[in-house]
């Protein structure tokens, strides 16, 4: 070897410097625009670790930077969390069908406690106008805005994630960004998520949301309670869904949509507690589960009862 | 008294059977101003009890405007147990609660501060959720479980209280249905100024990445959330 590289003259070795100069030039020049990129990603974000290794003193920093990311953008004092799951608790939702009135009171009382981006509207919950006398997800209306609700011909069907026990959406990710937590909610590492949208395509529900562009939420409007895993403010091309507010669940507090529901249409509670509201309704009504036929086991319920 | 002199001179004129009117308004004009009297609304009044407004702890005269309680005028008047038609301030009071027609169902004909069972116990007002239950079984049972009625609160009792929310919370007992109510706008609805337009992405991965929204329906003028609500 030593051998060889003393036989490389001066003039040889100059020709090949300079071409290799040229070449790293060449590719300098060729990242140029990258360097406008990489003004806009933070390092410390870029290196973040996947949520289940993240120890207990990086989570600290890594919630103390996401709260100045969010004084930085938004100009507000918002804190975040990170809110483990209750033992022994697995929440599930019902919904009666023969009281909503599809005021869609719901959706804007969650996008408003979730900091959902305002524009364009994606909302959560999908309220499905549907006509009387069965449940026809094809004739479905989600656009309708008569003067008045409810109309006499229709009933109206919310529509949000399912916290799916078999959910296809987890079986989706490639990279492990999604996943169910032990009370039953399926949730988002939003820092680790790649923006691929399998998941939105995997979902039966139409429960998944994109954020196309950077989200854009009024400062006064943005709500500072936040946890890791639900409403704290997401950035641009990442996935995200409905939590069941589990920054209010976990606490013992009930979800938005339910607070803010004008007929009380919404049950919410733990389903290991055999005292509690939703253990009432799947024992006392005959309950039904959207697309049962595809397999993925939803925690949420539906049933007419006037 | 004044404003509701022209009120007392209509309910004159509609005729026989309402000499007791005379006689309360003679009765009331001359006496001394009764107590517990409220002073009419001075802004109008919104009647429209729709299901997202939680009813207040007043009947629906004093919504109106009027500024005494019903005892002050039905301790003079005989009572009358037949269905019939109302007139004056009850037109406000329309009765539309399916089989019952008559106040008496519900009311007491002798303890005007009360409501009576059908067994003919005389029970408060703010007891009125056990004279609900005694045809509407299968609800209270539901309400009592926390799935009939609005809830806010805590679903873990342990750590927090929950709301109470009784029948006459979100039903006027007078006419119970709910009635229809505008919606808020569909998804995607452009929602006016209220929200600053999209900033340019400033990077070349943003700007590759940048989605535009389809514009929305020209036939749809933008709608602001505020002006939504009823």
């Known amino acids: ?306 | 008294m004044s404003s509701h002199d022209g009120l007392f001179n209509g309910a004159l004129a509609v005729g026989a059977g309402l000499a007791g009117y005379l006689v309360l308004a003679l009765v009331m004009s001359s006496a001394a101003e009764p107590k517990n009297v409220r002073a009419p609304a001075e802004e109008p009044v919104n009647l429209d009890f729709g299901p997202n407004e939680r009813r207040q702890d007043e009947v629906l005269l004093h919504k109106a405007g009027f500024a005494y309680e019903c005892i002050e005028c039905h301790a003079w008047q005989t009572r009358n147990p037949a269905p019939r038609r109302f007139i004056g301030e009850h037109l406000l009071m329309n009765l539309e609660h399916g089989a019952v027609n008559t106040c008496f169902t519900c009311h007491h004909p002798t303890e005007y501060s009360s409501l009576t069972l059908p067994s003919g116990e005389i029970i408060p007002y703010n007891d009125h959720v056990r004279l609900c239950a005694g045809c509407h079984g299968p609800i209270y049972k539901d309400w009592r479980n926390g799935a009939h009625g609005r809830r806010e609160g805590y679903w873990d009792r342990s750590a927090g209280p929950v709301s109470r929310t009784d029948c006459i919370i979100c039903h006027d007992p007078h006419q119970p249905a709910f009635k229809p109510i505008a919606p808020l706008p569909p998804p995607g609805v452009a929602r006016g100024e209220a929200f600053a337009p999209p900033e340019e992405p400033s990077t070349v991965l943003g700007q590759v990445l940048k989605y535009v929204p389809p514009p929305p329906p020209p036939d749809r003028a933008p709608v602001r959330l505020e002006e939504t609500e009823p």
């Open chain 1, 1 to 306: 070897m030593s051998n060889d590289l003393v036989q490389i003259g001066r003039r040889s070795f100059l020709k090949r410097a300079s071409v290799a100069v040229a070449g790293v030039t060449g590719v300098m020049a060729s990242l140029s625009p990258l360097k406008e990129v990489v003004g806009d990603i933070d390092i410390e974000a870029w290196l973040q670790q996947h949520y289940h290794e993240l120890s207990p003193e990086q989570m600290k920093d890594v919630l103390a930077r996401l709260e100045a990311d969010a004084k930085r953008t938004y100009g507000v004092d918002v804190k975040v969390q990170d809110i483990k799951p209750r033992p022994d608790t697995k929440f599930a939702y019902a919904l009666n069908l023969g009281v909503c009135v599809g005021c869609r009171k719901c959706a804007y009382a969650c996008e408003k406690e979730n900091n959902v981006s305002r524009s364009p509207g994606m909302q959560y919950i999908r309220v499905l106008e549907m006509d009387k006398g069965g449940v026809n997800l094809e004739t479905a209306n989600h656009q309708y805005d008569p003067e008045t609700v409810p109309k006499p011909d229709k009933y109206y069907m919310p529509v949000q994630c399912h916290q799916c026990d078999n959910p296809s959406c987890v079986k989706a990710c490639p990279v492990n960004a999604t996943w169910k937590e032990p009370d039953g909610i399926v949730v988002v590492d939003y820092n680790w998520c790649i923006g691929c949208r399998y998941c939105e395509a995997a979902c039966p529900y139409w429960a998944r949301r994109f954020n196309f562009e950077k989200p854009i939420l009024p400062k006064e409007e943005i709500n500072t309670n936040t946890a890791y895993l639900s409403n704290r403010p997401r950035p641009q091309g990442v996935m995200e869904k409905c939590t069941f507010c589990l920054h209010r669940t976990r606490e013992g507090r009930y979800p938005a949509c339910l607070e803010v529901c004008p007929t009380g249409a919404r049950v919410f509670g733990n389903l290991y507690d055999p005292k509690s509201e939703i253990r009432y309704v799947l024992e006392n009504k005959r309950v039904f589960v959207l697309k049962e036929e595809v397999g993925t086991v939803p925690n949420f319920f539906y049933f007419f009862e006037a």
